[in-house]
């Protein structure tokens, strides 16, 4: 087998993961054009054809999903090799790819990588910004991060914050208006902002525990956004009342701006954490980077 052949390979084990000229030669770091090229021939080598195209789809024939359920093991069984090797390194170096939700991304990600680039200058990061709960396996991220409830338990997961509370609030102008509720089941009263949840397109229930009492709430009112610095603006101009994280409403709450309420019935719930597989992240890089997560001082 030559280097050509090798290339070609890849090529093929690229698009069959990523079903798509556009991201698989972006991937590639490669032309539209050389990719479909080294398609061509490693098809005409074979003598079968491994994908059928057409104007809005690629997809795996017999064929292509065969060679590729032989190929994909071999591939990452060389990645992990490289991962294991490069971990030896003095001097740290590659590409870390992470996925996280907005606040995490930039309140704990952020400050950490800005850091760490100043001891390892040769680690790149990549962060996909995204509230959803990612498939970092099938997307090829190498890491994730979520609260510590929502992680798989296939998953090795790191704590990296404290645990957390939730903050209902609304700003004075509402509770003038409209008063405070005292329990959960008064909030069916008011004028509340839900959360729309991008993981399965339903709205966020909000959970209520005072130590005694568990208590669900499906909340309603005239907005509902996906993005929580919306729901956070809403909030303060007197649209109805929001249920946040502690940490997103404290600064706001100690100005005077929004007033929290319910707190009794807002327990704690365990952080953020980091999670990836097992055997996949052996860098040097990024076993270092997840100890400078756990160490760092929020």
């Known amino acids: 087998m030559n280097k050509g052949d090798l290339t070609d390979l890849n090529s093929f084990v690229t698009l069959a993961e990523e079903l798509s000229f556009t991201k698989a030669s972006a991937r ?52 992990m ?8 390194s003095a001097k740290p170096a590659g590409f870390i790819r992470l996925t996280a939700p907005p606040y995490a991304a930039r309140d704990i990600l952020f400050p950490v ?8 200058p040769d ?3 990549e962060i996909s910004v995204d509230a959803g709960f990612r498939d970092i396996i099938s997307e090829r991220f190498d890491a994730g991060v979520r609260l510590g409830e929502l992680v798989a338990s296939n998953m090795i997961a790191v704590r990296i914050s404290p645990d957390m509370r939730m903050a209902v609030v609304a700003s ?3 509770i003038e208006r409209y008063g405070l509720p005292e329990k959960p089941a008064e909030l069916a009263n008011h004028e509340c902002i839900n959360f729309r949840l991008p993981a399965n397109g339903g709205n966020y229930i909000w959970e209520f525990n005072n130590g005694k009492e ?7 009112g005239k907005l ?12 303060l101009q007197g649209a109805g009342i929001a249920c946040l994280t502690e940490v997103q409403a404290d600064e706001l709450v100690r100005a005077g701006k929004l007033v929290r309420m319910l707190d ?31 160490k760092y001082k929020r």
């Open 28 to 79: 590639l770091e490669t032309s539209q054009s050389a990719l479909s090229h080294a398609i061509k021939r490693l098809e005409t080598r074979l003598g079968v054809r491994l994908f059928t195209r057409s104007t809005r789809q690629v997809a795996l024939t017999q064929a292509g999903e065969q060679l590729y359920n032989i190929l994909h093991p071999a591939f990452e069984s060389i990645a």
């Open 81 to 88: 090799g490289l991962n294991e090797v490069g971990a030896l």
């Open 113 to 120: 990588i800005r850091e760490f680039n100043e001891d390892y």
């Open 123 to 125: 680690v790149k990061f």
């Open 172 to 174: 004075v102008d509402y």
């Open 214 to 220: 568990e208590v669900n709430v499906r909340v309603d």
């Open 224 to 235: 509902t956004f996906n993005d929580t610095d919306l729901i956070i603006d809403a909030a």
């Open 264 to 294: 009794d019935w807002c327990q704690s719930f365990p952080g953020y954490h980091i999670f990836y597989q097992e055997r996949k992240n052996n860098s040097a890089a990024f076993r270092l980077f997840v100890e400078r997560l756990k």
